[in-house]
């Protein structure tokens, strides 16, 4: 496990791991009264939280499957990646995908934080690539069976 420092000038309680072999932890509105999000609304909702990762590390901000399945609510630009050397408030770009107003309530957990190594790559211009059975097959190229 990794340590993360993390100044919290929210009124919320950390992000915690809810067992013990979860993946993500939950991020929380941080909010003085309810926002409804109307059917395709798109709305930045604060968290509170200011962290530092260690070189190497990201933290991604993924939609919770229970607010997608149940309310349509979605991270929009899914993953979010907060990368090492940001220094900002953690934000959670929510988007309505229901027909129907949600409204977040302060505290709610509205997204989940996972704790990620990355690798930085350096490109290399070369004439051709190597040849791979699957080549330039792209988008749907497997079918759907």
Do not use: W
Request: hydrophobic share 40%; charged share 25%.
């Amino acid at each position: 496990m990794i340590e993360i420092k993390v100044v919290n000038k929210g009124h919320q309680q950390l992000p915690a791991y809810a067992t013990p072999l979860s993946a993500g932890m939950d991020l929380r509105a941080n909010l003085d009264e309810p926002v409804t999000l109307r059917p395709m609304e798109r709305r930045l909702f604060k968290t509170g939280l200011f962290i530092s990762l260690p070189a190497g590390f990201e933290a991604q901000v993924r939609p919770r499957s229970g607010l997608a399945l149940k309310h349509g609510i979605t991270v929009l630009n899914t993953p979010g990646t907060v990368d090492a050397d940001y220094r900002g408030e953690i934000g959670v770009c929510l988007i309505n995908l229901s027909q129907e107003d949600f409204t977040v309530n302060d505290g709610e957990r509205i997204a989940q934080l996972v704790i990620a190594r990355h690798e930085q790559g350096e490109f290399v211009v070369v004439d051709e690539l190597d040849e791979t059975e699957r080549g330039a097959g792209g988008y749907g190229h497997t079918g759907v069976k």
